[in-house]
């Protein structure tokens, strides 16, 4: 079948879903009113709340929930077939997706900015809170710490010479894209430089350092060979330093420098596409490859980011909506931003079900193959279809490997800010004043995340100790996927407290619950087959937070609404 129609149905599906839906959800579901302020504006401080141009919440969004997920996630999936992959993208991130970031941006934008685990407190109780906030904390520096060791591996020499995983060549561009935001932030916020007279110079040196990177891959500094263990320390420091600074400086610049990045990818696989009459070559249906797991549910797990991800209640209510200017942007921020990212999703499916042409086979013998070679083989598929529009393949594959790191720093930076925020409201509610510090918490949210970067587990069969980087990626998507599941739980409470309809929330909530607690409970019966005595302890831990969230939620639900304490 052809590649191009398929991605005209997608693209007509989404902006249908935006036309219609979306909409709607805004009107009549969370009525989003323009009359009564933001937090951006009520608390404004000049370091987390600052109101911000559309376009640029719009960047810093959808760069931080646009990381690694939406391109492994599809290139793994592909092996049970692109039909039930391309129908979970589309029809998930409409139903799922959209709906669960616009009701955590417009849960937390109702409630000064706070938290959806946070809101946890009013409509569920105290002990909710506690519960999501150590949930929340601990699946996000289980996440962060499999980004590090992703990025970490993709910035490392190839010890083979050979072309893998391994993109030296990223690291110039990536390293120049934060000293090029660090210059827009100052210029924009502290010289009042307008934004369009900066964002053509940015981006265009952008560019120059893409093409640079090719010819000059930094695999060394000043005689140190860059190791991805070294990687995984820098990245590291990166993100404590990141983190300490205000959004304006570096944040909110880099990601919206960042989405323009991306959206230029994306525009070179649109047109990429158009002309060069790729056919999908990947089966429509593999219900049972080599050595998979069975599709359902671990089809809604594989595929995170693309179609629902709990990150992005994270994000949306944790840095999004302290610069969120006025309400009505929610919509195009929250709902437009995960239909675009499922749009991204449909790309990287594309890229590796046709652009991988007669290779696919080659490429996707059995599970474990395809788990350990998805960057791989979304950097070289879409890498072909960037080439059908006259770039050559090199650089095409160095450019996508740019973007996806770019936006994989991204995500770490916004993932651990947001760990940050979490451990104060965890100080805050059992009254631990160090806890509330933020550079204190800071350092503890790092080292968290350094803690799961750097676990390595005794091979069973040599009993060398190793990275626990793919194992960890299995279980970031059961619990990321949760996550989403749970905070729909408590978007549905709040709307319920406002006498607002709840089954637009409830359906989607179902799904992931169901879902996601039967593939953790497959996950918790391999660790314990495999004797992974730690992956199954913290695997058991969340099973058991979520079961008593659960738990407190029903007890909550049986209360008359007008019990519940929530602005109206």
């Not at 944040?251 to 999908?280: E, H, I, K």
């Not at 069969?461 to 739980?489: D, H, R, Y």
């Not at 495999?530 to 831990?541: K, P, R, V």
């Amino acid at each position: 079948m052809s590649g191009l129609l398929i991605l005209i149905g997608v693209l007509a599906a989404l902006v249908l879903a935006y036309r219609w839906y979306g909409r709607w959800l805004a009107q009549r579901v969370f009525v989003l009113n323009d009359s009564e302020a933001t937090p951006a504006h009520t608390l404004r401080d000049g370091r987390d709340f600052v109101p911000a141009p559309p376009l640029v919440v719009f960047g810093h969004h959808f760069a931080s929930i646009a990381g690694l997920g939406p391109l492994l996630g599809p290139a793994i999936a592909v092996i049970w077939g692109w039909v039930p992959a391309l129908l979970w993208i589309v029809l998930g991130c409409i139903f799922v997706g959209a709906v669960h970031d616009l009701g955590c941006l417009y849960s937390s934008m109702r409630n000064r900015g706070r938290s959806v685990a946070d809101l946890a407190y009013d409509v569920v109780g105290a002990r909710a809170r506690t519960l999501f906030l150590l949930f929340s904390v601990s699946a996000l520096a289980l996440a962060m710490g499999v980004f590090v060791i992703n990025i970490a591996a993709l910035f490392a020499p190839s010890k083979s010479g050979a072309a893998g995983n391994q993109v030296p060549e990223a690291v110039l561009p990536s390293a120049m894209l934060v000293v090029l935001a660090l210059v827009v932030g100052v210029l924009f916020y502290r010289y009042r430089v307008s934004l369009a007279k900066l964002t053509v110079p940015a981006l265009l040196l952008s560019l120059v350092f893409v093409w640079l990177g090719v010819h000059y891959p930094v695999v060394s500094v000043f005689g140190v060979t860059l190791t991805a263990n070294l990687w995984t320390y820098l990245l590291l420091g990166y993100a404590l330093v990141a983190t300490l600074l205000p959004v304006w400086l570096l944040l909110q610049p880099r990601d919206y420098l960042n989405s323009f990045q991306l959206f230029l990818g994306m525009g070179l696989l649109l047109l990429g596409a158009l002309v060069g009459g790729f056919t999908m070559t990947a089966p429509a249906f593999n219900p049972a490859p080599q050595g998979a797991p069975p599709m359902v549910p671990l089809l809604f797990i594989t595929i995170a980011c693309g179609a629902v991800s709990g990150f992005h209640s994270l994000v949306a209510s944790g840095t999004t909506v302290r610069q969120l200017d006025r309400q009505s942007h929610a919509l195009p921020i929250g709902y437009g931003g995960m239909l675009t990212e499922g749009l991204l999703a449909t790309l990287a499916l594309l890229a590796v079900a046709a652009g991988l042409g007669a290779q696919w086979q080659q490429r996707y013998p059995d599970w474990l193959t395809a788990s350990t070679s998805a960057l791989a083989n979304f950097v070289h598929g879409a890498g072909t279809l960037v080439s059908a529009v006259g770039i050559p393949v090199a650089i095409a594959k160095v450019f996508v490997a740019t973007v996806a790191v770019g936006f994989a720093l991204t995500t770490l930076d916004t993932g651990a800010r947001l760990i940050r925020y979490n451990l104060q409201e965890l100080g805050r509610a059992w009254r631990i004043a160090p806890l509330e510090n933020a550079p204190i918490a800071t350092l503890l949210a790092v080292g968290l995340i350094g803690f799961f970067a750097l676990l390595k587990a005794p091979d069973p069969l040599t009993g060398e100790l190793k990275s626990v980087g793919a194992l960890l990626w299995q279980l970031f998507g059961a619990s990321n996927q949760l996550l989403a599941g749970l905070s729909l739980l408590v978007v549905s409470l709040y709307l319920r407290a406002l006498g607002r309809p709840t089954i637009y929330t409830l359906l989607p909530m179902s799904l992931m619950l169901v879902a996601t607690l039967t593939a953790l409970a497959i996950g918790i019966r391999n660790f314990a087959l495999q004797g992974n005595w730690l992956l199954l302890g913290f695997s058991a831990l969340i099973f058991a937070l979520a079961l008593w969230l659960i738990g407190e939620a029903i007890h909550s639900w049986r209360r008359t609404r007008h019990e519940l304490a929530v602005p109206r």
